[in-house]
């Protein structure tokens, strides 16, 4: 696994950002989901101050490569323990990104007095989310730019004290 580094958003990783969740989509969902689902989802063309606007809002932590400074995922934590967003480049997928930045938000979720995660994960995410002891609530249809993708609401919940 290459070394990672977890932070916090800044000012400037909005386009990063949209590049690696464009690429997780369009890459690593790609067994999951038709080329036409994935385009609802992960537009080229999207407005990027809403996009901006989403990640301020959400401020997700970002995980980077140590040495060239790669942004290699994002994710997010509510105060309400929703996930909304989870995102690995295809490049690190496999790599352990994704278990740094699960543990991160246990660690953040531990700190902030949180006692249950959710998440709305897609169906190329859902093994991942059950390895890191989540479990199906309800399996749900939504709709994306008159397109519908099916995912997982999905569920932990944590360890007090």
């Known amino acids: 696994m290459p070394a990672i580094h ?3 958003f800044r000012a400037g990783d909005e386009a990063a950002l949209r ?12 067994t999951h989901y038709t080329r036409v689902q994935r385009a ?27 040495g060239d400074g790669a942004i290699a995922g994002f994710a997010d934590l509510q105060a309400t323990g929703y ?12 790599q352990g990104v994704g278990r740094a930045l699960m543990a991160h938000i246990h660690a953040q979720a531990e700190l902030r ?4 995660l959710q998440a709305d994960v897609s169906l ?10 989540f479990v199906v609530q309800e399996r749900q249809q939504v709709e994306r730019a ?3 993708l099916r995912n997982a609401r999905m569920a932990k919940a944590l360890l007090a004290g």
């Open 19 to 30: 590049g690696v969740f464009h690429a997780s989509v369009h890459g690593l969902a790609s």
């Open 124 to 133: 190329a995410a859902e093994r991942f989310f059950v390895a890191s002891g």
């Open 146 to 148: 008159g397109v519908v």
């Open 83 to 94: 996930i909304d967003m989870f995102f690995v480049a295809p490049a690190f997928a496999g």
């Open 40 to 66: 609802a989802w992960a537009p080229l063309q999207h407005d990027a101050a809403q996009w901006a606007a989403r990640l301020c809002a959400n401020q997700p932590f970002v995980a980077q490569a140590e």
């Open 113 to 116: 007095g949180i006692a249950h």
């Open 6 to 8: 977890i932070r916090n």
